[in-house]
């Protein structure tokens, strides 16, 4: 049940509550933000079967994370959705792939133009010869734009610009810290940033190939796969990858298993994308972050989006200013989200819901 908030009430509850601080910084490098996670494993991938020759790769928690790809092996080749952060990490999947198919890999699909779905592309590039790269229209335009957000090749070079600076900084934060356990996940982190730098200025773009506007079937060696772009969701040309015999389809960060990233999104056209990917037949989700998810994630999900866009209008519409809600809004969502939405540890609720609020108040109160 909705309860209208007055601004004097905000204020008061404002005032008691514990405040889920969180700025937006313009110049932050990542779309999942670098992370002090737990960064020690040596596999970078968990490949999960979801159906018969599919494969959920799940990512393992990194500084410069990577994201999740589904691989699907079909008689005539391989076929990978997203490519991740890095050419190494793309090339260790491509490892473990070859482990399991001795089948060449014949096609790389990214979901959209984010820096944690495509910067590996050149990994396969080189590898696989006729590889063909594909993504939405729209991706493609995203991966080009200079003002296209958290991705694409304009914004490889903030990010050659700003990764010395993060280095600094873990560095000068190593030297001010004793306690053996923070000590050795910093110097874990500052040399995944070195070599993540290393990587990034060695970076050669290789770009989709092919693109689709709405909807595209690839009938591969004896496999369905249809492509289709519902609308606007995390970012203007979402791509969904369904396989409608599996019943298995991969999202990219349209739908995830952690809190989603705003920024570069459309809150309320995600919610209808999440509608229409409904209407589809599938049983499991191959998130872009997280681990495997049943269909009923869709809900939970999409429920969270609509709550937040809900809870933010109508503080707006009691006269709440942003840094209002920001105190305020973060415990009234919790009891239903916080627990769900924090289960590993990159993108948890506490750690996201500020900039979510900020970003739902800017695009949807705001109009920005
Ligand atoms: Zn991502
Ligand atoms: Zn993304």
Known sequence: MKESWTRRQFIERAGVTVAAVQTFNNLDPCCVFAADAQTVREELFDLKPVADGVYAAIAAP????????AVILTNDG??????????????????????????????????????????????????CPDLEIIASQRTLEGLTRPDAGSGGIPYVDKQLAAVPKEIEQLREELGRTSEP????????????????????????????TRTVADALTLNEGGREIELMVL???????????????????????????WMPFINDGYP???????????????????????????????????????????SVKQAAADGATLQEMKRVLPDRLAP???????????????????????MVHRKVVAGG
């Not at 982190?189 to 990034?200: M, T």
């Not at 969270?304 to 866009?309: R, T, V």
């Not at 769900?340 to 979510?356: D, F």
Request: glycine fraction near 6%; proline fraction near 4%.
């Open 62 to 69: 990194r500084y410069k994370v990577n994201c999740n790809a």
């Open 78 to 127: 391989v076929v990978v959705v997203d490519s991740h952060s890095k050419p190494s990490a793309a090339h260790a999947l491509y490892r473990q792939i070859q482990a399991i198919t001795r089948q060449p890999i014949r096609k790389i699909i990214n979901t959209h133009f984010h820096w944690d779905h495509w910067q590996g592309n050149q990994a396969y590039a080189e590898r």
């Open 181 to 208: 356990a923070r000590k050795a996940r910093l110097e874990s982190n500052l040399r995944q940033a070195q070599d993540y730098l290393a990587e990034i200025q060695q970076f050669k773009p290789a770009l989709p």
């Open 231 to 257: 609308g606007r969701a995390h970012t203007d040309g979402d791509l969904f990858i369904y396989l409608p015999r599996e019943k298995v389809v991969a999202t990219g960060d349209a739908l995830i298993d």
């Open 268 to 310: 309320e056209d995600w919610v209808r994308t999440l509608n229409a990917l409904e209407a589809f037949d599938f049983t499991r989700i191959i998130p872009g972050h997280g681990e495997v998810a049943p269909r009923e994630h869709l809900a939970f999900f999409r429920g969270y989006l609509s709550d937040l866009i809900a």
């Open 336 to 358: 239903k989200y916080e627990r769900a939405m924090s289960k590993y540890p990159l993108g948890q609720y506490r750690e996201r819901v500020g900039l979510n609020i900020e």
